[in-house]
C-alpha cells in the first residue's frame, strides 16, 4: 500500500478549493441568490436626502459589521448615511471582499473595474469603465468602499433622491427592482434608530 503525505495531497486539495471556490461564488452571485435577501416594500421611504448617519445600525448582520468602521468613515467623509452604504453592500456582496459577479462586478460593493470581464462592456464604441480602478484594486476592501461609497455619493447628486441613485448603481437589466430591494433592506435594518 502507498504511504499518503502531505504532499501528495497538496494538488487535490487545491484542486478542490478551487472547484469549491467558483461554485459557491456563482451560487451566490447567481440572481437568484444574490438577493435572497428579505424583501419588503419600505412603509416610509427614506428621507431623500444625503443626511450623514454616520452610525452604523447595530441589526445589520455580522458579515456587514465586520466592515463598521470603514462603512462608518466613509458615511463621515461623504455626507452619506452609514446605513445606505451597508445596505448596498448587503445588496451586492453579502460582505465577501471576494465577491466577483457574473458580469465582472468586483468587491464588496461590486464595482465594475477598467479590466477583467467588464473591459468587454463599450458605450458609443468605447469602453465603458476605461477610467475605472482595476479589479486588484477594487478586491481591496477600503479602497472599495472608498469607491463605492464615492460612486453613490454622485449618483445621488446627479439624480436628487435615493432609489433613482439606486437605479443608476444598480444592473441596467432589472429596472428599479434593485432600487427597491435595497431601500427595504435599508428599512429592515435600520429601523430601530
Known amino acids: 500500500m502507498k504511504e499518503i503525505t502531505a504532499r501528495s495531497l497538496l494538488f487535490p486539495t487545491i484542486v478542490l478549493a478551487i472547484i469549491l471556490l467558483v461554485f459557491c461564488t456563482n451560487f451566490l452571485l447567481s440572481p437568484n441568490t444574490a438577493w435572497a435577501f428579505t424583501y419588503n416594500t419600505p412603509q416610509d421611504p427614506p428621507p431623500q436626502t444625503t443626511e450623514q448617519k454616520p452610525d452604523l445600525s447595530p441589526f445589520f448582520p455580522p458579515a456587514i459589521q465586520q466592515w463598521k468602521i470603514e462603512i462608518e468613515n466613509q458615511a463621515r467623509i461623504n455626507g452619506i448615511d452609514a446605513n445606505m452604504i451597508a445596505a448596498v453592500i448587503l445588496m451586492e456582496s453579502g460582505g465577501d471582499v471576494l465577491a466577483y459577479s457574473s458580469c465582472g462586478a468586483v468587491g464588496l460593493m461590486q464595482v465594475m473595474p477598467r479590466d477583467g470581464l467588464a473591459a468587454s ?35 445621488f447628486n446627479r439624480n436628487g433622491n435615493w432609489r433613482e441613485a439606486l437605479f443608476s448603481y444598480g444592473p441596467i437589466d432589472v429596472g428599479y427592482d434593485y432600487a427597491d430591494r435595497v431601500l427595504s433592506i435599508l428599512s429592515q435594518y435600520s429601523h430601530e434608530l
Open 121 to 155: 462592456f463599450t458605450c458609443n464604441g468605447q469602453p465603458c469603465f476605461a477610467t475605472r480602478p482595476s479589479m486588484a484594486e477594487l478586491f481591496e476592501p477600503r479602497f472599495n468602499l472608498e469607491y463605492g461609497t464615492l460612486l453613490l455619493k454622485d449618483l
